[in-house]
């Protein structure tokens, strides 16, 4: 079974720029996430989809991250313009349930902005 | 402020030492308690869950931990690492009045010298 994947693993864009990232959940997971990790803190909530609906975005920064889950499936997010403090690394995960359950995570899209 | 700590982030251990790193959380209420590992250039993966029942769980590759309710712990231990286990590690926690978003403690790098 394959698991949740991200692409892409870098990306290193200049400040101003768009960068969209994307995360293929596992097949069947009606729940994803997505974290960041701004170096030197702790990995950090940014939302939280049922299929294509969000239902928790209270971690998002501000209205430069845009998340989309279309048809409930692969999950996008831009980040439009990038600034210097977006330099982090994305995760995403999925999950089958809510509570009493275990995420799975993707390895990371390291994202650089300069 | 609500949280997940770690009390160590960087540790540093010979091979066949024992292992314990620290966490606590300051939420009340139900929670699950989860230790994640991320090894150099993989995914995070888990290590091991608490949902309910016996407060020592084990996990995979000799790791255990223990939930002690009155100190809001979930120790991680080991009783002898081995250099295959350097990596970051991740205590988070979900709770039963949220949408399963993790919260993260701070990580501990483990550094074991061979």
């Known amino acids: 079974e394959a698991g949740v994947t991200q692409f892409p693993s870098h990306s290193v864009i200049e400040k101003g720029q768009t960068v969209t990232l994307r995360c293929d959940p596992i097949?069947?997971?009606?729940?994803l996430y997505w974290y960041r990790r701004v170096m030197g803190k702790e990995i950090k909530f940014l939302l939280h989809f049922v299929k294509e609906s969000k239902q928790d975005e209270s971690g998002m920064p501000n209205n430069r991250f845009l998340a989309e889950r279309t048809g409930g499936t692969y999950s996008t997010l831009k980040v439009q313009p990038a600034e210097l403090e977006d330099s982090g690394v994305y995760f995403c995960?999925?999950?089958?349930?809510?509570?009493?359950?275990?995420?799975?995570f993707g390895q990371g899209t390291r994202l650089t902005v300069v | 402020a609500q949280s997940v700590s770690q009390h160590n982030h960087h540790v540093i251990l010979s091979e066949a030492a024992s292992l314990e790193l620290g966490c606590n959380y300051s939420y009340g209420g139900t929670v699950n308690l989860f230790w994640y590992v991320q090894y150099p250039g993989q995914h995070l993966q888990l290590l091991l869950k608490y949902f309910s029942g016996d407060p020592l769980v084990k996990g995979i590759k000799g790791f255990e931990a223990e939930f002690i309710k009155s100190k809001f712990s979930f120790n991680l231990r080991k009783p002898s690492v081995q250099w295959s286990d350097t990596a970051e590690y991740f205590c988070a926690v979900t709770r039963s009045s949220n949408t399963g978003k993790l919260i993260f403690g701070q990580g501990t790098t483990l550094q074991v010298k061979p």
């Open positions: 097949s069947g997971h009606d729940n």
């Open positions: 995960a999925s999950s089958f349930g809510l509570f009493n359950t275990e995420a799975f």
